[in-house]
């Protein structure tokens, strides 16, 4: 059977982000060339079209390969086939899922470098837009964007923040879990938009950041960079309240921290953790500045605090 001019394009996007990732990843427990093999043979096959994002459609999922990338953490790479809205053609996206407790880098097709943080996902085609770089953000990010001066780079999270850059360094918390959601620039300059305010675009400087919920956007100045010390997989707290504390473990560990002793909360925390060391080496350590007791249920995936 001959394989069409979309078949052909498909598999060709397909091989380029297999070099791509190769050049990055390191396997455990899988025989990479027979899921390479698996996946080439779904691509050739017909599926259903839905839409996918903002920018394209899609068709269902091709393969999801357990890699560790970086050589460090473990992660995610979904492979699904589309169109273009725009001009029809074939497209390869690759759904990168950092998993909870897990740091992940990745190099996208233009060389940018991301690093998701645990919990988070990234979309992108195999082949950017011939006018735009545009990615999909679920969770948290930080990016150093190759720069071109013709294509800018936009990163959209499920929210509606939208940031634009042509080369720059910036971070972008963006978890659906959060009440706000915050776009912070450390080398550049990008623009930041959000639907809930459609006639503004905010210019940041370097080591300014937005913070956007609901109904509000602020810009403000920052100094002291430790939010972003997760890329380096720490916590770093300072004077952080114990509430604040837990909803980071919470949501890095995938786990459910329940406090009983409400007075636990209004505790603050100075600190410098590993991540690697788990939840509970965290709170063995917080445990030496205020004494308290917790018990753990592995079963129920719960912690609680008295």
Known sequence: MRESGDEKSTLRQIEKIKALSEDMLEYQ???????????????????????????FTRAAAI???????????????????????????????AEISSMP???????????????????SRLV?????????RKVQLFGEGYFEVEADSEHPFSVSTS???????????????AYDTEEYFVASLVEGAVSVSCVHNRNSS?????????????????VSSFENTDFMAWKEGVFIFDDMLLTDIIKKLE???????????TKLGNFRYTGKFRQRDGVESVLRKLQIV???????????????LQ
């Open 63 to 93: 393969l999801v390969v357990p890699l560790l990338i970086s050589s460090l953490f473990f992660s995610y790479l979904y492979y699904t086939t589309g169109r273009n809205v725009k001009t029809g053609a074939s497209v390869v996206f």
């Open 159 to 173: 929210e509606g923040l939208r940031v634009i850059a042509y080369g720059t360094k910036f971070n972008v918390n």
């Open 290 to 304: 205020y004494p308290f007791k917790y018990t753990k249920d592995d079963d129920r995936n719960l912690i609680v």
């Open 124 to 132: 992108y085609p195999s082949v950017f837009d011939e006018k735009e």
């Open 251 to 261: 949501l890095y560990y995938d786990v459910s921290i329940i406090v009983k002793n």
């Open 202 to 218: 905010y210019a940041l400087q370097p080591r300014q950041q937005i913070v956007v919920s609901d109904h509000s956007s602020k």
């Open 101 to 119: 407790g897990t740091i992940t880098r990745l190099v996208l097709p233009d060389q940018s470098v991301v690093w998701l943080n645990a919990g």
């Open 29 to 55: 427990a899988i025989d990479v060339h027979k899921a390479w093999q698996s996946m080439e043979r779904r691509a050739k096959r017909k599926a259903s079209m839905r839409m996918f994002s903002l920018f």
